[in-house]
């Protein structure tokens, strides 16, 4: 979604406004772009500084009042026109390694000012230095009589020469089939592999499907998982995206066709792919392609279909959860298991290699815990885990997830367990830990008054010592709670 800057893997570089404007957003979060600056310019483009630091001293200044009068530290903050303006060139930011960062790095974008959909910098004044094309790495071809979450892509081998890439003649066992490719851009004298812009399939030199990374709005960007081979991907497999649609995704960076082609028994048929990147740099495989007839497939009988676009229903008498219409991008074969542990039933619904688009309910039942409350209901798939509070009625639990995968009910009774502080001179520091990791109320006095305590990444909690810290003895409350209503509280003493 934008341009990710390197600062020499260290964190408090300083950051500057690409033009003239005026501060119109703040936002502060455990996650996501951690601390990020929106500056709004006058020819109707927003640009945004993420994963920051420290802001420039006045408008930290006006920040920290904000979060103080809020007593909250992640907020989001429209901030009045013109009240912060900035120049071309000017300080704004100490770059820095916050919210969802992995590492320390600048994350820069464009978007326009009044639909918020995000721009290719690329396509608007950055001109880096580009004279290498994209690589190309692989090439799949899938069966599209088949569900590509039922499959495992064939791979072609690619041979790259002076003219571009080649790959070897592909025969198919099916009349229905789509293209799929690992590629990578890099600028010159850069080794990063960064995105491709897009690319392009012909057939018989007619143009098929094209996609162009180009302009998306963040509502859209869930559906990089119909552009993916997400299966392939989450089982440890590389990147290959889609040079075709999926039957679900609704969000068309494509133009043209279906990118799916309809190939005539054992006729032989010209594939071209091109892929290239902002500024006209493309690489090219040839190869010819031809079909026979339909693959044929085996359902297994008593197994439900899902399908997209359709609402999809599954109930029995201690699960039940439906999909809505647009929360799957292709069919598949949806298989269900129970498995009894010793802390509970898990019901398998299906499994995590097929994505889902939208949130859904999920009801387990169960009448043996003794105070509904307690429970919440846990989800998890491979080294993926996630937790959600419940809702009761009636013996039914109900929890809102976006996965398939395994379920299973969990009665806490565990309270969070708050860490001994660390105290320097400039501030406190402490974690907060919970078996069901989310915590949903927590504040932090100081002397009995409010303290702007940071959970960036949701776990280190950091008091930076400011006026309501005094010389000599303070006290400090800890309060905190999870999802189940489980709460802790510690009270610390220590000199300043």
């Known amino acids: 979604m934008g341009l990710d800057g390197r600062t020499e893997r260290r964190e408090n570089l300083d950051i500057y406004s690409i033009e003239e404007g005026y501060v119109s957003r703040v936002k502060i979060e455990p996650w996501g772009y951690g601390r990020s600056i929106y500056i709004d310019h006058p020819n109707g483009i927003t640009t945004v500084y993420a994963h920051l630091n420290d802001f420039y001293p006045e408008l930290e200044a006006w920040v920290r009042a904000r979060q103080y009068e809020a007593e909250s530290w992640k907020i989001d903050l429209t901030v009045p026109a013109g009240l912060f303006p900035v120049k071309r060139k000017q300080f ?15 994350h820069f974008e464009m978007r326009n000012t009044q639909s918020e959909v995000v721009l290719n910098p690329l396509k608007h004044g950055f001109h880096i230095s580009d004279k290498t094309p994209p690589d190309i790495l692989r090439l799949a071809v899938y069966d599209r009589n088949i569900s590509t979450y039922e499959q495992t892509p064939r791979y072609i081998p690619l041979v790259k020469t002076a003219g571009g890439y080649t790959a070897q003649d592909v025969v198919v066992q099916s009349n229905r089939i789509s293209f799929g490719f690992t590629s990578y851009d890099r600028y010159t004298g850069s080794t990063n592999q960064n995105g491709i812009y897009g690319a392009a399939l012909f057939v018989n030199n007619e143009e098929q499907c094209r996609f162009t990374m180009d302009s998306i709005h963040y509502s859209h960007t869930r559906y990089l998982n119909a552009h993916i081979d997400y299966k392939t991907k989450l089982g440890g497999g590389p990147y290959i995206q889609h040079l075709s649609l999926l039957p679900g995704h609704h969000h068309h960076i494509y133009s043209g066709g279906d990118g799916i082609l309809k190939l005539q028994d054992n006729a032989w048929q010209d594939v071209k792919i091109i892929v290239y990147d902002p500024v006209g740099n493309q690489s090219v495989v040839r190869f010819k392609v031809r079909g026979s007839a339909a693959s044929s497939t085996q359902k297994k009988m008593g197994e439900p279909v899902f399908h997209p676009n359709v609402l999809n229903i599954f109930e029995n008498e201690n699960v039940r959860f439906y999909l809505p219409e647009k929360a ?75 996965e398939l995968g395994n379920f299973k009910l969990i009665y806490d009774t565990l309270s969070p367990v708050i860490s001994t502080v660390s105290n320097t001179p400039s501030r406190l520091s402490f974690t907060i830990t919970d078996n069901a990791e989310d915590l949903t109320n927590f504040r932090a006095t100081l002397n009995g008054q409010w303290i702007l305590v940071s959970f960036d990444k949701g776990k280190n909690f950091v008091y930076k010592k400011d006026d309501r810290c005094k010389k000599g003895l303070n006290t400090l409350e800890i309060y905190v709670e999870d999802m189940a209503g489980n709460a802790s509280s510690r009270t610390f003493t220590f000199n300043h």
């Open 92 to 106: 704004i930011a100490y770059s820095g390694n916050t919210g969802g960062s992995m590492g320390p790095h600048l």
């Open 328 to 402: 799957l991008y292709d069919s598949f074969q949806f298989k269900y298991n129970v498995l009894s542990t010793p802390t509970g039933l898990v019901h398998q619904l299906h499994n995590g290699t097929v994505p889902v688009h939208e949130f859904f309910n999920v009801q387990i039942r169960d009448v043996s815990f003794p105070k509904p409350e307690k429970v919440v209901m846990h989800y998890y798939f491979g080294t993926r885990k996630k937790y959600a509070p419940t809702s009761y009625k009636d013996g039914w639990y109900k929890a809102s997830f976006r």
